[in-house]
């Protein structure tokens, strides 16, 4: 990042949330005539770099779209080398994480991951935990629909009992019941590899995010496309719902 880069995404507003779609490991091992896991393995150093700049910028929430609910229906051999690298990378990354006080966390369904995945990343979660820098938050084994359904039967349960009247349920209350409800709602969300779609991730969150998609592959997306993005960001009016001259005046 040349230095008048850095100075014009400091002088402009950036992102208190970006969240990211990590895709394109696999095609990005393929063009290299190398297995999918090589894939994954090389997106683990975008990772590390897209965590060192948020931190650097003044990012506060950074979320990833690390393995979906979905992902499982894939050979099994890769989502063995997935977890395995996993747990590898968050054993290996959580000392330094900790050093920069940043904040490690996740979202998702963790009960149903291996069970030295799941100490892994809540061995990280405890020793980060009070740490005042940005939160790197990695969605695992996470569905926003799945997510969205197990918020409406808290809800249900809680009117249920009587802790809860209909009409006090409001869209505050439901994003509450959220996974996310210590996080504001994404500023940002990128997708990396050239696909145009959300693929199940932070839907509710998302409603008003600015969406920018890039047809670089994870593993190639590192700080100078993220400057590029958060550029583009800056760039952008954010109505609301609002017409411009409201959001000016």
């Not at 090589?38 to 950074?62: D, F, Q, Y």
């Not at 393995?67 to 894939?74: G, H, I, K, P, V």
């Not at 996470?142 to 359904?149: A, C, H, K, N, T």
Request: aromatic letters at 6%; a positive charge.
């Amino acid at each position: 990042m040349t230095q008048s880069m850095k100075e014009n995404i400091l002088g402009g507003h950036i992102p208190e949330h970006i969240a990211i779609i990590m895709d394109g490991n696999g095609r990005w091992a393929k063009e290299r005539s190398l297995p999918r896991v090589a894939g994954h393995k090389e997106g683990v150093n975008s990772v590390r770099e897209i965590t060192r700049v948020c931190g650097e910028i003044g990012v506060k929430h950074l979320t990833l779209y690390t393995f979906s609910t979905e992902n499982w229906r894939r050979p099994k051999a890769e989502v063995s080398a997935l977890m395995t690298l996993l747990l590898k990378t968050i054993s290996a990354e959580v000392r330094e994480l900790h050093k920069n006080n940043v904040r490690f966390t996740a979202i998702g369904d963790l009960k149903k991951l291996p069970r030295s995945t799941q100490k892994g990343i809540f061995d990280g979660i405890e020793i980060t935990k009070n740490n005042t820098g940005l939160n790197l938050c990695l969605a695992l084994n996470y569905g926003s629909r799945q997510e969205m359904v197990a918020a409406v039967q808290a809800i249900a349960k809680k009117v249920k009992k009587g802790d809860l009247k209909l009409d006090e349920i409001d869209e505050t209350i439901f994003s509450n019941m959220l996974s996310t409800s210590d996080m504001p709602n994404p500023d940002l969300l990128i997708r990396t590899s050239g696909e145009y779609r959300l693929s199940n991730f932070l839907l509710w969150q998302c409603a008003y995010s600015e969406i920018l998609m890039t047809k670089t592959f994870w593993p190639a997306f590192r700080e100078d496309a993220l400057i590029e993005a958060i550029l583009e960001y800056q760039s952008r009016e954010r109505r609301f719902g609002k017409v411009s001259e409201q959001v000016n005046n």
